[in-house]
């Protein structure tokens, strides 16, 4: 299934402000911050990326099922889906 900005905005958003934020750990940690501080930001920044791809399978499971209801041939089956859903997991 391609993607393309129109279907995975939110997602694509996430992804930037995640890339923000690893920067900003990046820097963190280049200025010796505290430990502490570090892996908490590192923290958001793992769960921004979870959350991204989160909402990629839930818009490829939504885009799948319109594809079916409109009698169409689903670009990736469910057990595709769920096997990438898993791999987040």
């Given amino acids: ?3 393309n900005e129109a279907m995975v905005g939110d997602a694509l958003t996430r ?3 995640a890339h923000g934020q690893l920067a900003g750990v990046i820097g963190m940690i280049e200025a010796g911050e ?3 501080k570090v ?3 590192l923290a958001a920044v793992s769960k ?3 959350r991204a791809g ?5 818009t490829g499971l939504r885009h ?3 594809a079916q209801e409109r009698g169409e041939q689903a670009p990736m089956s469910v ?3 769920e096997k990438l859903f898993l791999a987040l997991a």
């Avoid at 989160?54 to 839930?58: G, S, T, Y």
């Fill in 64 to 66: 799948c099922q319109a």
């Fill in 34 to 36: 505290d430990c502490a």
């Fill in 39 to 41: 892996l908490t930001q």
């Fill in 1 to 3: 299934m391609e993607l």
């Fill in 15 to 17: 992804l930037r402000r």
């Fill in 54 to 58: 989160f909402k990629l399978v839930a």
């Fill in 79 to 81: 057990a595709e889906l």
């Fill in 48 to 50: 921004a990326l979870d």
